[in-house]
């Protein structure tokens, strides 16, 4: 977006105005030391990028590897309708809002939903918190994991896209007969994921998709894993951007699996506490 376009966009919500103080102050470190910077993230994502597929392994694999167990039915063999349905309403809105599209990328962004719902499917999980929500499609596969369940919960936070119309859409993927197990944080994680710590403060599962800089993940990562139950699993999404998730690792003194998309592009990495 253009900077008066974003000035524009948080000087209409007041309820952002933190999170624009943190955008701005950003931006000026980057101009002030932006070649250091730069050269910096570079040597991290390449590094990242060496760590994650020196391990990779696929989907099927890296649920053998969590769960011990393989054979298992996919998400789309048990929930078929609900996934058609899911991509038809992100393919319209995707025509619809180009600004959107362009933003999160075909299909709202739709990460690696198969290893969440196993994942959650294995833990028989009741509660679940994820950070980052966009169409809402990780959010669907926990939601259809914690349905299996009584008293499933759901906690999500969510920091919108910064164009004029992304609010109304986020979680745009979520069927009405899911919601009721859901409450959505539409605040950035320095704030929204406090709150829904204090919502929920401990879980089975929790789902990192937001912040991706290094240090905005070595802020919230420890929070996470300390509500964490034992035997609970920590998954995180593009772990390949820097080297956070490895060191992440390295403190908790824990071995992950690195999961490749199925695209081939990008990593998630999981841990069981």
């Known amino acids: 977006m253009p900077k008066v376009s974003i000035l524009d966009w948080f000087l209409r ?3 952002y105005y933190r999170q624009f103080g943190r955008v701005a102050r950003d931006a000026l ?17 390449a590094a990242a990028q060496r760590w994650c597929a020196s391990r990779a392994v696929d989907t099927d694999e890296a649920v053998r590897l969590v769960t011990s167990r393989s054979g298992h039915q996919s998400i789309r063999q048990t929930h078929e309708q609900v996934l058609q349905t899911a991509e038809k309403a992100a393919q319209e809105l ?4 180009p600004a959107l599209a362009a933003h999160s990328g075909p299909l709202g962004g739709a990460g690696n939903v198969e290893i969440l719902y196993q994942l959650a499917e294995h833990l028989r999980a009741t509660r679940a918190i994820e950070t980052g929500v966009a169409y809402g ?3 669907l596969a926990l939601l259809l994991s914690l349905a299996n369940r009584e ?9 919108p896209y910064l164009i004029p119309v992304a609010e109304r859409y986020v979680g745009a993927v979520v069927p009405q007969q899911l919601r009721a197990m ?22 089975d599962l929790c789902h990192y998709d937001s ?13 996470l894993w300390d509500g964490l139950r ?16 490895e060191e992440f690792c390295v403190a908790v003194g824990r071995e992950p699996s690195v999961v490749i998309y199925p695209s081939g592009e990008k990593y998630t990495g999981v841990i069981v506490k």
């Open 13 to 15: 919500r007041p309820r």
């Open 29 to 45: 470190i980057r101009r002030i030391s932006a070649t250091a910077r730069e050269n910096s993230e570079g040597a991290s994502r």
């Open 94 to 97: 995707d025509a619809r809002v």
């Open 137 to 139: 499609w990780s959010s």
């Open 151 to 159: 008293n499933g919960r759901l906690v999500s936070t969510d920091m």
């Open 182 to 203: 859901w409450t959505l944080i539409d605040q950035p994680d320095r704030e929204g994921l406090p709150r829904a710590l204090e919502t929920l403060p401990e879980f």
């Open 211 to 223: 912040d991706k800089s290094h240090s905005g993940r070595l802020w919230a990562y420890p929070l």
């Open 230 to 245: 034992p035997g609970g699993v920590f998954v995180s999404d593009d772990i390949g951007d820097n080297t956070a998730f």
